[in-house]
């Protein structure tokens, strides 16, 4: 089996969100089950900061634009494996990237602060999708499966069937149809639409500009023209893949997936267990096993409430929280509930950045709360992995989360998360109620309504439960910290999919 890989970011290079780490650990897990799985991403300016790319010697011309794009390849290999990392470079299209200058993979941020898409993202995204298929061809490398991942791989499944299938060299084009395209969803919110223009950039045959394949809203869809052109579509989770094919989590794309709904599978993400282990992570003050987590997280706890600026109490419960601050994550309903458990002497943590009005909440929670919030604007590896390992429960009370994978760190964290029943949450934690204790099977707490009121109530049970029985809380510490999220498992999934499709073509 041989699969190739493409994504717009992948960890150890570039990174903005969880895809990066998908693309990063999914192909090592891949690998170790024996398959032949490559890579191949865009060059982004943070991937020439990482000393492990060369030249590769290989060059195209790819029909775009009025004139065509010439791009190069460069090579590396993951992190920590000898999978090939394939990056392509085209100028200025993907080497924009700096912090400094507010710059970032696809957002760049203006005079006044706010980001912005870069109004060439169109133009980059389709050259990324149309260079992924001329890989095969110069490596003479033919994989079984082409697994693209969300809008910015959106055109790969189309220029496949469209383009290199009908190739003038009909050998050549016999073997661009023998492969399998796999289209996986990692948030359908985000669907990469533009002015139908861009249609002549891409060189698309305008007869595919339609609301059966390109079209969606009189804008060409990269998300749904994904979706549409490949054998098989994927999301991170089984329960998200029922509810994106609902009007209230769809975007507008449900009815799309209900015509696809034979060729749609969840799968959800794993977690990278060599980066996320509490007993061998170098980034806490003390290690910790499920035998030994009482003393290992009362130090991380106290490390943690220090940091933070908080008083060290070990009998006050701490909340932790570490997620990109915009609607989606549940910021709406927490104000008000954070005023119900912060009253009752809960100490809350928060690690993120994002919308400045949600800035706004939290720095007014933390200016009313001062010995009892600690807040972080921004992103700091170490303080997420301390906020993991020394917080007695972690919140993700998401409007939808497609997979999470905070909740999964948790779970090995022995941190019990607390969470709404969406998408990958209602997939990997089991709420406590009594039928769950008895039988030795809960590892955090589910609420269903998204409001204030439900978070509340479901905090203060935690906290109940914390304070006043310690034996059925270790019991749910360790219950959640013996899951098996390994990517090992979610590649699995994906193995057998793989498998399928290649049968079925």
């Known amino acids: 089996m041989r699969v190739l890989l493409a994504a717009s970011e992948v960890m150890g290079f570039a990174k903005t969100g969880g895809l990066a780490d998908v693309a990063g650990a999914l192909p090592r897990a891949l690998a170790r089950r024996g398959i032949d799985c490559q890579v191949v991403m865009p060059m982004h300016e943070s991937c020439l900061a990482t000393n ?45 990237d700096n912090a400094v200058f507010g710059r970032g993979l696809y957002q760049f941020a203006g005079s006044d602060g706010a980001k912005r898409d870069y109004p060439d993202n169109g133009c980059r995204f389709s050259l990324f999708s149309r260079a992924v298929l001329e890989l095969p061809r110069l490596l003479d490398w033919w994989p079984d499966v082409i697994h693209a991942n969300d809008w910015q791989a959106g055109l790969v499944p189309v220029y496949l069937r469209e383009h290199m299938s009908h190739l003038a060299d009909e050998g050549l084009a016999a073997r661009y149809r023998r492969i399998s395209t796999l289209f996986t969803i990692h948030n359908i919110a985000y669907q990469g639409a533009f002015a139908p223009a861009l249609m002549d950039w891409c060189r698309l045959d305008w007869k595919l500009f339609n609301h059966h394949q390109l079209e969606f809203y009189e804008h060409l869809n990269f998300l749904k023209s994904g979706i549409v052109f490949a054998d098989h579509t994927s999301t991170v989770s089984p329960t998200y893949a029922r509810e994106i094919q609902t009007p209230w989590f769809g975007c507008g794309l449900q009815g799309v997936l209900l015509e696809r709904s034979d060729r749609l599978t969840g799968i959800v993400n794993g977690v990278d267990y060599d980066e996320w282990e509490p007993s061998r992570d170098k980034l806490l003050p003390a290690l910790y096993t499920p035998e030994s987590i009482e003393d290992g997280k009362a130090i991380c706890k106290a490390a943690l409430q220090a ?45 993120g950045e994002g919308d400045p009005r949600h800035r706004q909440m939290l720095r007014g929670l933390a200016d009313q ?19 993991e390992a020394g917080s007695d429960a972690y919140l993700m009370p998401s409007l939808y989360e497609p997979s999470g994978l905070n909740q ?4 090995r964290y022995g941190t019990p998360p607390i969470v709404r029943g969406t998408g990958g949450l209602a997939d990997t934690v089991t709420d406590t109620t009594p039928q769950t204790q008895e039988h030795g099977t809960a590892t955090g707490f589910v609420f269903q309504a998204y409001s204030s009121e439900a978070l509340r109530d479901t905090v203060l049970r935690a906290m109940a439960l914390w304070q006043h029985h310690p034996a059925c809380w270790r019991q749910i510490v360790r219950t959640g910290m ?10 699995g999934g994906y193995h057998d999919l793989y498998c399928r499709m290649s049968s079925g073509r």
């Open 52 to 96: 492990r790319c060369e030249r590769a010697n290989l060059r195209c011309v790819l029909p775009l634009g009025p004139d065509g794009v010439e791009v190069e390849f460069w090579r590396s290999t993951l992190p920590g494996s000898d999978v090939p990392v394939w990056l392509v470079a085209a100028g200025d299209f993907f080497t924009r």
């Open 408 to 411: 999964l760190y948790s779970l």
């Open 369 to 387: 709360f001062p010995n009892q919030v600690g807040l972080s604007l921004g992103f700091d590896e170490s303080l997420a992995h301390l906020i």
């Open 482 to 491: 013996r899951q098996d999220w390994s990517w090992e498992r979610s590649a």
């Open 307 to 351: 940091r933070m600026g908080l008083p060290v109490v070990a009998a006050r419960p701490v909340l932790g929280m570490i997620a990109r601050l915009v609607e989606q994550k549940g910021f709406d309903i927490l104000k008000p509930a954070a005023q119900a458990f912060l009253a009752q002497g809960a100490q809350l943590v928060v690690l």
